[in-house]
């Protein structure tokens, strides 16, 4: 017990990699293992989000997370210490009992995350297992589709593009590491054809490593550029397309209308758009196809377009908010952020609710990102067979990246890339 006991827990404030502070949690055990972990945090967030606590104030612009870290030094640590950091389950219902609101709004949901996920660690350390096989048990072994977001707009980029995610997904790779290969090559390719096409501020890159083409409206602009470039390398029988919408930021609630290219239309209209965008492009994914609160549309779109339905901020990794939604079939797959509910138990909570559902697990990072990596390792921990962690540029990306090349290394033999089950990995 002795190598497991939390003798210290510490947090200070760091940088995400938009240069945003958040919060970074230290664990030590008795052993002298140590957990580190980073909290990521999100800028196109959901309405149902627990709460990340920033300081207000002048210092960073009122983006400080102080008093986050202050709820971690002198509320939680005093709470963890002597407790076995292999109880996750029991240090996270602490954690939220000691906020003690629905949305973690009293210690904030960033000082939680932060703890929970370095408690994982701490515990992983002290167990000498990988952070993958201490989350998931010895039957793991599925690498991931990478859902590679090539091209963006919306909240997260300085273009013109409605749709904030434009992403290839290599589902005819045999491996992980062939599968980021391919990406990567394509990822180049369309860096070259964008430049020519819409000139060469378009190689600016967005929040999670898309390119930016200048005066690029239509999303199927997006796809068929992504296409030609996917088709220039003879990769068309490797790849299919996604998007993640994020609707909800295109929704006026007022006037009940989505705005799509400056055009004001209906959900019904906006519903046939994805109809003729599904009949015309190899399209096996779409994420927030509709407003947050459209439980009914998602259910409707599951049945009609036959593809991969994600729930971002739809679900926002709640278990309130998922059972919801199987309840009337809104969606096929959750999209999974730990800090959008808190704790790691949580969030695993809501991964198994899913899977027992019949319904895909995708592992999502935030647009603000750190170069920690339990995000890969959550990833493989939960067999979930696809994550979503950006383009394969910017160091916060390609960490997560080159964190699930090691595991698959670490795996030999035994390492199963999902490929085209990325929604039911077998
Ligand atoms: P966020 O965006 O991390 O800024 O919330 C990512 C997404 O919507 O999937
Ligand atoms: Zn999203």
Redesign the pocket.
């Known amino acids: 017990m002795e190598r497991f006991e939390i003798k210290e827990v510490k947090a200070r404030e760091i940088l995400d990699c938009r240069g945003e502070p958040t919060v970074e949690v230290e664990v030590w055990t008795k052993g002298d293992f140590l957990g580190r972990a980073d909290v990521?945090?999100?800028?196109?967030?959901?309405k149902h989000e627990a709460l990340e606590l920033r300081d207000g104030e002048d210092r960073y612009r009122g983006k400080g997370v102080l008093k986050a870290v202050q709820n971690v030094n002198k509320i939680i640590a005093p709470a963890l210490t002597g407790r076995d950091a292999t109880k996750q389950r029991e240090i996270d219902e602490l954690m939220i009992e000691l906020d003690g609101t629905e949305n973690k709004s009293k210690l904030g949901a960033n000082s939680i995350v932060g703890v929970s996920l370095a408690v994982a660690k701490a515990a992983a350390k002290a167990s000498s297992i990988p952070l993958y096989q201490s989350i998931g048990g010895p039957h793991v072994h599925i690498l991931p589709v990478p859902f590679l977001n090539l091209i963006n707009g919306g909240?997260?980029a300085a273009t013109e593009l409605d749709f904030?995610?434009h992403i290839v997904m290599p589902v005819g790779a045999k491996t992980f590491s062939e599968a980021l290969r391919i990406g990567t090559e394509v990822y180049y390719e369309l860096g070259k054809m964008l430049a020519d096409r819409w000139g060469r501020h378009s190689l600016n890159v967005a929040?999670?490593g898309g390119y930016t083409p200048s005066g690029m409206k239509d999303p199927r602009e997006a796809f068929d550029a992504e296409l030609k470039a996917i088709e220039e390398l003879g990769y068309e029988d490797e790849f299919v397309l996604g998007l993640?919408v994020?609707a909800s930021h295109l929704y006026n609630q007022e006037k009940k209308r989505y705005v799509l290219m400056g055009k004001e239309i209906t959900r019904e209209h906006f519903m046939d758009f994805y109809e003729d965008l599904v009949s015309t492009y190899p399209v096996q994914s779409i994420?927030?196809p509709l407003e947050e609160e459209d439980f009914k549309g998602f259910a409707e779109l599951t049945r009609t377009l036959g593809i991969q339905i994600v729930g971002?901020?739809l679900f926002v990794t709640n278990v309130k908010r998922l059972n919801e939604g199987i309840k009337i079939g809104a969606a096929n797959a959750l999209?999974l952020?730990v800090n959008q509910i808190g704790t790691l138990s949580e969030a695993l909570d809501a991964a198994q609710l899913a899977f027992r559902n019949n319904y895909g697990v995708q592992v999502?990072?935030?647009?603000?990102q750190t170069e920690d990596t339990w995000l890969a390792d959550v990833t493989v921990g939960l067999n979930a067979g696809q994550i979503?962690t950006g383009a394969p540029c910017r160091s916060e990306r390609t960490a997560q990246y080159n964190q699930l090349l090691r595991i698959e290394e670490e795996l030999g033999s035994t390492a199963k890339y999902a490929g085209k089950n990325f929604r039911k990995p077998k």
């Open positions: 990521p945090s999100g800028r196109s967030t959901g909240k997260l904030q995610e929040d999670e993640d994020a994420e927030d971002d901020d999209l952020k999502s990072e935030r647009s603000g979503k």
